[in-house]
C-alpha cells in the first residue's frame, strides 16, 4: 500500500529557533493535512492544505506556524520560532479526492523544543 | 461544531476474550463518516474500522465490528478474540464531507493481558 513519508522522525530545536517538517503525501493525493498530538493527549487539528491554498485552520494553527507545497511532491510544516508547548508529534495526512474518506497518515515526527 | 467523546481513558481484557469501547459523537450534519484509529507505542496513526452513516449495517473487519447508532449518536467498537497485540491506544474520528478533517476523541488505552 501506498504510504506518506515524514522526516525527521524525531527533531531537536532549541526555543526561538525555526524548524521546518517535511512530507510527502501518496503521488495521487489532493488533500494534505497536519495534525499534532502532545503526549498522551488526543490528535488535534492544526491545517488542511487543497489545490495549493489552505482550506481550513485551528486556532492553534496562528501565525508562527505556515505550511507550503513547495515543488509539486513535498508538503511542508514550519514553525517560525518555537515554543516550549510545541513539543508533540506531528502527523502529516494525505487523502485522495473529495469522494474518498481515507486519510493516510505518516509515521510522524516527535518534535522536541528545549 | 462537532465533538467527540470518549469518557473511558482505559480499558483491561484478558486474551482472546472481547472488549467494546464506547464513544459518542454530537453534529448537527446528516452525512459524515466515523473512524477507529489504533495507535500502538510506535505512535503510528492505523486505521482500524469506518463506517458511513448513510450506511444502516454496521461495519466489520475481521476480529474488528462497530455497534453505530445513529439516533443515539453512538459509535463502539468491538475487538473479538483478543490479542496481545491490540495492545494500543485507540481513538475515535468523526469527518464530514463538507470539511474533510478528522476530529478526534481524548483516545482509550485499551491493554490486553496474557
Known amino acids: 500500500e501506498p504510504e506518506v513519508t515524514q522526516t525527521p522522525s524525531h527533531q531537536v530545536t532549541q526555543m526561538g529557533q525555526e524548524v521546518i517538517l517535511r512530507c510527502v503525501p501518496i503521488?495521487?493525493?489532493?488533500?494534505f493535512y497536519w495534525y499534532r498530538q502532545i503526549l498522551g493527549q488526543k490528535v488535534e487539528f492544526l491545517v488542511s492544505?487543497?489545490?495549493?491554498?489552505?482550506?481550513?485552520k485551528s486556532e492553534i494553527f496562528d501565525d508562527q506556524f505556515s505550511v507550503e507545497r513547495p515543488d509539486g511532491s513535498n508538503f511542508t510544516l514550519k514553525i517560525r520560532s518555537t515554543k516550549l508547548e510545541d513539543s508533540a508529534m506531528y502527523f502529516c495526512?494525505?487523502?485522495?479526492?473529495?469522494?474518498?474518506?481515507?486519510?493516510?497518515f505518516g509515521s510522524g515526527t516527535q518534535l522536541s523544543v528545549l | 461544531a462537532q465533538t467527540v467523546t470518549q469518557s473511558q481513558p482505559e480499558m483491561s481484557v484478558q486474551e482472546a476474550e472481547t472488549v467494546t469501547l464506547s464513544c459518542t459523537y454530537d453534529?448537527?450534519?446528516?452525512?459524515?463518516?466515523l473512524f477507529w484509529y489504533k495507535q500502538p507505542p510506535s505512535r503510528q496513526m492505523i486505521l482500524v474500522i469506518r463506517?458511513?452513516?448513510?450506511?444502516?449495517q454496521n461495519a466489520t473487519e475481521n476480529r474488528f465490528s462497530v455497534n453505530f447508532q445513529k439516533a443515539a449518536k453512538s459509535f463502539s467498537l468491538k475487538i473479538s478474540d483478543s490479542q496481545l497485540g491490540d495492545t494500543a491506544m485507540y481513538f475515535c474520528?468523526?469527518?464530514?464531507?463538507?470539511?474533510?478533517?478528522?476530529?478526534f476523541g481524548k483516545g482509550i488505552t485499551l491493554s490486553v493481558r496474557p
Open positions: 492544505f487543497y489545490n495549493n491554498e489552505i482550506s481550513e
Open positions: 495526512a494525505s487523502r485522495r479526492d473529495r469522494g474518498s474518506e481515507k486519510l493516510f
Open positions: 463506517q458511513e452513516a448513510y450506511k444502516q
Open positions: 503521488s495521487n493525493h489532493l488533500y
Open positions: 453534529t448537527s450534519e446528516s452525512n459524515y463518516y
Open positions: 474520528a468523526f469527518m464530514t464531507g463538507a470539511n474533510s478533517k478528522l476530529t
